[in-house]
């Protein structure tokens, strides 16, 4: 039997061990500047984060900080006029944050299937859910892999409707030689710490090839001030600002971020050639990059396997374990009335295998091995060695 290992589904402090001298340092200028919010280093990573999804590929993207994803989401929405009696469609397979920006505005979401490949929007259902009071579409790149931008933005165009593309889990992604974010009208990020690229704390940023939306929501974020005109609202905004500290930490974290990335995709080849052929794999369709901030497997009994899992050292995570049109804030909303039977089915099946760019493929490997022995005493067959 082999020895257990203990594999952690994320490894934040080992994230940080591995660059701590430039973090300390980051908060360290940040503290002596005397300046704290939205100064030098949120400005300097706005410019910094649109340059790297810009040599990503795309059109040249202005880029705004905000306080969170949720409300990078919100603010786009918000810039896009969408509010009360406003419909946005969107999955139900994702985190609850999409569906809560969406309500936050007024606005109703509308829950449509995803491919139960790749875990995104069916741009088919998209096409089915529209109707006159649809006002915008936020496909979600879930895991780390594009959504079908391609057939959404064709049906967004012909629609007349905004795509707000929720880039949460996808910073660095590319669809077609474009980065994600610069496909639609606006792009919304988290820095969630988790996230592929983390803050320490709540952050989050927008970015639009549009300058005049940008600059809307650079408006909303701040109660609807100018530089030029501060205490006075020209808009009625929210206050969503992107902290010094955070943006200087991001500064020094995204240094790495294709690095990570790419350290990423190596954990995602080494499970391709270790796990067992029972479990259903990720796929990264052709004219993607997917950047796998999450390794998500699909499994029978999942929950057991999960439980066995733990008792191997090895940690997971399910997301998401409960659709959002069956949770008890959304469930019977007027705007679930399509079929969701992929989006069901996932929710049962999915399990997120450990997934970090520090990871070793030892680690990997005690992964695909404990999966192994489950799997097979699963299906009544004797313990790998
Ligand atoms: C797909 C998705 N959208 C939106 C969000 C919201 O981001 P935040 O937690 O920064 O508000 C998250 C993060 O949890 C997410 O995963």
């Known amino acids: 039997m082999a020895q257990a290992m203990s594999v952690p589904a994320v490894d934040l402090l080992g994230e940080y061990r591995s660059i701590q001298a430039e973090i300390d340092a980051a908060v360290a200028r940040t503290l002596h500047s005397g300046w704290y919010i939205l100064g030098h280093e949120a400005a300097s990573f706005e410019e910094e984060f649109a340059a790297f999804l810009q040599a990503r590929g795309g059109d040249a993207l202005a880029c705004v900080g905000v306080n969170s994803g949720t409300d990078a989401l919100q603010l786009a929405l918000m810039a896009c006029d969408v ?52 006002k915008a579409v936020i496909p979600v790149h879930l895991y780390g892999h594009p959504a079908e931008m391609e057939q959404i933005l064709a049906v967004a165009a012909q629609a007349g409707i905004r795509v707000i593309e929720d880039c949460a889990q996808a910073h660095g992604a590319c669809y077609r030689g474009c980065c994600v974010g610069g496909l639609g009208d606006l792009g919304c990020f988290s820095f969630y710490p988790t996230k592929n690229l983390g803050a320490m704390g709540d952050g989050g940023a927008v970015v639009s090839r549009d300058p005049e939306l940008a600059e809307r929501v650079r408006l909303l974020r701040e109660y609807g001030w100018t530089p030029a005109a501060r205490y006075v609202s020209q808009v009625q905004g929210m206050n969503s600002r992107l902290d010094e500290m955070q943006a200087a930490i991001l500064r020094a974290k995204l240094a790495h971020l294709e690095a990570w990335n790419e350290a990423r995709r190596q954990v995602a080849a080494w499970y391709a050639d270790l796990l067992p052929d029972t479990l259903v794999k990720p796929v990264e369709r052709a004219g993607c990059e997917h950047v796998y901030h999450l390794y998500v497997v699909r499994v029978a009994e999942r929950d057991a396997v999960r439980r066995e899992l733990a008792e191997s050292g090895v940690g997971s995570g399910i997301h998401y374990p409960v659709p959002i049109h069956m949770q008890p804030a959304y469930k019977g909303a007027s705007g679930v009335r399509h079929a969701l039977s992929h989006t069901e089915k996932a929710a049962g099946e999915i399990l997120s295998l450990p997934m970090h760019p520090h990871m070793s493929q030892e680690q ?5 091995e404990a999966l192994h022995r489950i799997t097979q005493r699963a299906a009544g067959k004797s313990p790998a060695v």
Request: glycine share 6%.
């Open 83 to 134: 509010g009360p009696g406003d419909e946005v469609i969107t999955v139900s397979h994702t985190a609850v944050a999409t569906a809560a920006a969406i309500s936050l505005t007024g606005a109703t979401p509308v829950f449509v299937d995803i491919d139960p490949q790749t875990y995104t929007m069916d741009p088919a259902a998209l096409a089915a859910a529209i109707t006159p009071r649809t």
């Open 364 to 368: 990997a490997r005690a992964t695909a």
